[in-house]
């Protein structure tokens, strides 16, 4: 039986507010800014998976959040966000793997993590 639309778009905001969660909870340790910055990152790829889920637009398997934000009708809240995406694309592997680039400064997580709760919340705005 197929699922509808907005039953998977509310299974991709479940994950995506796990993996904000555990990006709040490594910001507060000094040592784990680079797994904050992965989790903040897969949070907002999530959420926006949600918000084209809610709107039976179809996406490819990608970490592109560039690619992903192209994809949603010019009128979406998403396109008046200030995030820089493609930076934030990048932690979706430098986050996992050793050279891959400079770790994470505890700085540039927190841009991170908070870019992930502004996509969050307002995705969670648009589609519940």
Known sequence: MPRDAQGVAREWLEVASGDLAGAELMLGNPS???QASYLAQQCVEK???????????????????????????????????????????EWAVRGRYPGTG??????????????????LSLVQAEIC
């Not at 560039?66 to 493609?86: M, R």
């Not at 770790?103 to 709760?117: P, Q």
Request: aromatic residues 4%; hydrophobic residues 45%; glycine residues 2%.
């Open 32 to 34: 784990t800014p680079r």
């Open 47 to 89: 959420a926006l998976k949600a918000l084209l889920s809610s709107c039976n637009t179809p996406f490819p398997k990608t970490h592109d959040l560039t690619e992903l934000v192209a994809l949603l009708a010019p009128d979406s809240g998403i396109h008046a966000l200030d995030i820089d995406w493609p930076t934030l694309t």
């Open 102 to 119: 400079p770790a994470a400064m505890t700085a540039e997580a927190v841009i991170a993590v908070e870019s992930a709760r502004r996509v």
